[in-house]
C-alpha cells in the first residue's frame, strides 16, 4: 500500500519550444561579414594591391585581368584597390555616424525614460516631430546648411538617428524604470544618477544596439545616396556612393564599375541587417527596436 | 462601419500645429547657414546692387521672427518667394514640378502595394518554403538601393534590350502611353523595395491574425476559410499595413529624389537637388516645404483610415 | 432513447519536442438530446481539448483516434466542408473569454447576422431582423440600435450574451459550452448560466458544459463525466455524482471545496501534480497520488457500473457498491 500523499513528481506541461526571432544563423553571418568588412575596411592600405590613385591612360576602362580581378576605370585606376579604399570611407561614415547618434541620443532616451512625466514629454515631443521628417529628405536639408564632404556627410546622417536612438532607448528605459528592483535600489538611497547608469542603462542598451545595426547598414544606403548625387563625400575620395557616380557614364563599355559597388552595398548592408536579426534574439526580448 | 468624423476632426486640429512647427524647424535650419545667403548663392554673379536687391527681396535685414511670420504670410496665400537665380516665383517652379513626383510615388507605391500584398498573404497562408523565400525577398528588397536598382534596369531594358527609353518625361495629358513608359522603370526601382517591406508587415500582421481566438471562434461558426482570409483577417492586419504605408511614404519620397536625377525626370526631387547645389535657399525652403506638408498630409489620411478600419482607435482606445 | 453525442474510444495525441502526448485517452461518452451534460476535470486534463476534437478544430498537428457519432454519422471521419456545414449550425461552440472572441473590427449585429447567412439561404435583411431578435432573446437591451456598435462597446458578460446568441442563431442541437462564466464575475456567471440554461430549455438544445468548477455543475447540470488526466473516471446523473462520489479522484475534489471543510483548518489539498502525459502511469492515471492506490492499479481499471447510470473507473469498485475500507475521505453528510 503506497502511503497517503506519496506523488511522483510530475513533469511541468511540455511546452512547444518558443521559436526565437533570429537564432544562430542570422547572427553568425551577420556578424561574419561585417567583422570581415571592417577588417577590409582597416587594412585597406595593405591589401589594396595597388596604389588606388595611380592613374594609367593606357588602362582606362580595361577589362579585368588575373592580377587587377575588378579591371580599370575611368581614369585607369585599379578598381579593386579604389573598392577598398571606398569602403572605408563609406564604413568610416556608417560607423562614425551610429556611434556620435548613439552618444548624443542614448543619454537622451535614457533621461526621457527614466524620469518620465513631463521631461518625457519635454524631450521627446521634438525628438518624434523629428521622427516624422522622411529621413533622406532631413538628410539633404542638413547638408544645404552644413556643407558638403566626409564629415558633413557623417554629422548629417547622425542628426537622423539620433531620434531614432533616443525613441529606442526612451522605450526601453520606461519598462525598466518601472520595475521593482529599482524601486529597491532607490530604497536603499542609489542616487538617481546611479540608478541610471547601474540598473537601467545595461537593460536599456541592448535594443539600442540592435538599432545601432540596422542604423548602420542604412547610413550605408545614405551616404550612397548622397554621395551618388554630388552632396556627400567628393571626389576623389572614393566612396561607394562617388564609385557608383562615376561608373554610372560607362555602362556599356564597362558595367562591372557600376555593378561592384552595388553589390558591395548590398553585402555591406545584408550583413548589417542580419547581424541586427540575430542580435535581436539576445538583446531585445521585448521587442522594442523596430 | 462608420466614418469617424469625431477622430477626423481631432486629428486635422492636431495637424496644424504640427506644419506650423515644421515650418518653423525648415525656416530655421536653413537660416542657421554661416555667411550672407544672399552673396552665396549669387556666388561668382554677386555685384554689390544684386546683392543688394536680393537681400532686400528676401529681407534679410529683418529679425529672424519678422522675416519668418512673412515668409508664412505668403505661404498661406501662396506665395512661396522667389528663385533669384531663375528670376521665377518659387511656387512656379514647385507648381511644374510636383505632378511628376506624386505621378513617381503614386505608380511606386501601387507596385509596392501589388506585388507586396499578395507575396505577404501567400507566405501567410502557406508557411514552409514560400514563407522562407518571402524572408529572402525582403532582405533583398531592404539590402539593395534603390537607385543601384534603377540603374541596373536602365542598363537592361534601355541599354541591353532598348525597350524603354532611359530618361525623359512628357505630361499625361500630352502623351497617356509616352509618359506611363517613362515611369515604369523608376516605380519599379522606387517600388521594388518598399514591396519587400509591405510583404514582411502583410504576413507578421495576417499571422497573428490567424492565430487570434476570434478566428477560432469564426471558425466554430463555420465561416468558410476563404471568408475568414479576406473579410476578417485582413480587416484586422489592415491598420498595420495602412499604418506601414503611411511611413513607407516618407521613405518614398526621399528616394524619389535620387531616382528623378537617375531618370530625368523633372519633379520636386530634382528642383531639390538643383537649388541645393546652386544654395538657392528661397527654393530648397519652399521645396522642403511642400514635401513635408505632403508627408503629413499621407499621414493624416493614414491615420482616418486606420481609425476608420478599427473602430477601438475611433474612440480613442488602443489598437 | 438514442444518443444525440457519443463518442467511443476518443483519443487524442498531440506531437511535443518530448514525445507524442496523450492528452485524451480512450474516451467515451454519451449526451441525450435535450440534456445539460458537465465535464469536469481540472485545467489540463484534456476536456477542452474533447470538445475542439468533436468540432474539428484541433491544431494540425494533433493525431485523433476513435469516434465521435453525431446525427448518425462519425464527425472525425467527415471532411472539411462537411464538417464546416455542421459547425454553427447543428453543432455550435462557445468559448471561454467573451474579450477575444469576437471580432474587434466589425458590428455586433452583423456577426450575428454572419452565423445565420453562412447556413441559411436568406436576404441580409432577414437575416438582420433576425439577429436583433436574438440580441433581444439574450437580454441585451435597445437591440436595434446596439446591432451596429463594435465589441469594445459591451462588457465582458454582454459579449458572452453576443456569444451565446450567435450559438443559438440556427437552432442547434448541441452546444458545447467551454467555461463560458469562468472569465466572468460572480453575479454575471449566475446571469449567463441562467440563459443559457432557459434558451436550451426552450428549444431543447443539448449542452456540454465544459468546466473546472463543482458549483456550476451542481447549479444547472443533468449529467455529469469526471475526467483526469485524459480519461472519464467517473459519470452519472450529477446529482448522484456530487453528494455519493464513486472514484477517489472525485471524492477529493469534492473535499477540496471550502465548503466542505467544516474544520477550521487547512484546506483539503490533493498532493501531488498531474502526470506527465508524454509518459504517463501504466494503468490507473490517478494512481499516483490515490491516498487508496493498491497493486491492481497498475492495470487500466474499467467502468463499472454503479446502478441508475452511474459509473466509475476503479478497481476499489470492482467487488460491487462495498467502498474500500481505507477510505480517509469520510463523508460528512453534507
New interface residues.
Partial sequence: MSAAGAATPAAAPRRLARRREGGTWSLRVGAGIVVALVLVAVCASVLAPHDRDAISATDVLGAPTPSHPLGFDEAGRDVLSRLLYAYRVSLGVALGSVGVALLVGVPIGLVAGFYGRWIDLLLMRPIDMMLAFPALLLSFVLIAVIGTGVRAAIIAIAAIFIPVFARVVRTAALTVSSLAYVDAARARGASNLSIMLRHVLPNAIGPALVQASILAGIAIQIEAAISFVGLGVQPPTPSLGVMLADGRNFLSQAPWLEIVPGCAIAVSVLGFILLADGLRGRLDPYGVSR | MRIPWLFLLRRLVLTIPVLGAMSVVVFLVLHLVPGDPARTMLGLRATPELVEEVRASMRLDESLPSQYLHWIEGVVQGDLGRDHLAGQPVGEIIGGALPVTFELAFLSMLVALGVGLPAGILAARRPGRVRRATEGFVILGTSIPDFWLGIMLITLFSTALALLPPSGYVPFADDPIGNLRYFVMPALALGLGQAAFIARTTRAAVEDVLRAPFVLFLRAKGVPEPVILWRHALRNAAPQIVTVVGILTGVLLGGAIVIETIFGLPGLGRVLITAIEQRNYTVVQGAVLVIAATFITVNLVTDVLVAWLDPRVADGGAA | MSALLSAEGLSVRYR???GP?SVVDRVDLSIAPGEIFGLVGES?CGKTTFALAA?G?LPADAETSGRVVFDGRDLLALDDEEL??????RI????Q?PL????????VGAQIA??IL??RDVTRAEARRRAIELLESVGIPDAASRY?D?P??FSGGMRQRV?IA?ALANEPALVLADEPTTALDVRVQAQILALLRRRCDEHGTAVLLVTHDLGVVAEVCDRVAVMYAGRVVETGPAAAVLSSPAHPYTKALLAALPARTRQRGALEVI????????TP?PGCRFA????V??ERCSDVPAMTALGDGHHGACWLLDGGPARAA?S?VEEDGS
Fill in positions: 511535443t519536442p518530448a502526448a489540463g468540432m478544430l464546416r456545414r455542421l459547425r454553427g449550425d455550435s461552440m462557445i468559448f473569454d477575444t472572441s469576437l471580432d474587434p473590427t466589425f458590428p454572419e452565423a453562412v447556413h451596429r463594435p469594445h462597446r456569444v450567435i498532493a501531488g501534480e498531474i502526470p506527465d502525459l508524454v502511469p499516483p497520488r490515490c491516498p492506490a493498491h481505507a480517509p
